[in-house]
């Protein structure tokens, strides 16, 4: 990459920039739905970075869809109170030497992030600054529930059949899908806290 990785972030429009047809990280829809309410909530804040000759993105797929979709159900939306019109957003144009050198730098972004999850008590204890200030601690990405729990707030036990079990002696198992590494790490930091056996998968 040249020396203008440098450069200031441009307005620019989203319908200007294209998706890496190479994109190894999905973005379903429930994480694309928790971005825009962060956007709708907080503005268009992080740059998406783009790759200046090609017109693709390097780092940001999931804030550029989850800014489509508020430009599908508003097609005059403002997504940052600062934006000179609808549909702009703030990018980051770079000019990079070869698609490869692209292609790394792209997988490089979405690692690091994958690789270095939150700490769950230290956000537990953050949400509970927030709340105590007053502030909404519904942060998009987060569950109610996931919240809840790390507020010490408690939730309905649902009713249990006591009832003698068929299989006395087996070992039972839950099998649950976490939507990224950073809820998995927080799932599991609270189950072992409680007691439970766990055995973190990745597939």
């Known amino acids: ?18 998706e890496w047809p190479k994109n190894p990280k999905p973005h379903p829809d429930n994480n694309v739905q928790a971005i825009a309410r962060s956007i709708a909530r907080f503005g268009f804040i992080d740059p998406v ?8 993105i390097a780092a940001g797929h999931g804030r550029a869809r989850a800014a489509a979709l508020l430009m599908r159900e508003d097609a005059g939306r403002r997504l940052s109170t600062d934006a000179p019109g609808p549909g702009m957003i703030p990018v980051r144009f770079v000019e990079f030497a070869s698609e490869a050198e692209f292609a ?12 270095n999850p939150m700490d769950g008590a230290a956000v537990a204890d953050i949400l509970q600054e927030i709340a105590d200030a007053g502030g909404d601690v519904q942060i998009p990405g987060y569950e109610e529930a996931d919240i809840a729990a790390m507020l010490g707030e408690e939730q309905p036990i649902p009713d249990v059949d006591t009832s003698p079990a ?24 609270r189950l072992e806290s409680e007691g439970y056996t766990c055995r973190p998968l990745i597939s």
């Open 104 to 115: 790394a730098y792209a997988i490089a972004d979405n690692r690091l992030t994958e690789v």
């Open 1 to 18: 990459m040249r020396d203008d990785t440098k450069a200031p972030a441009e307005w620019a429009s989203i319908a200007s920039i294209q």
């Open 49 to 56: 970075t783009v790759w200046r000759s090609r017109g693709w």
């Open 166 to 189: 068929l299989g006395d002696g087996l070992t039972y198992s839950i099998l649950l899908s976490c939507r990224d590494e950073m809820q998995q790490g927080d799932l599991l930091q």
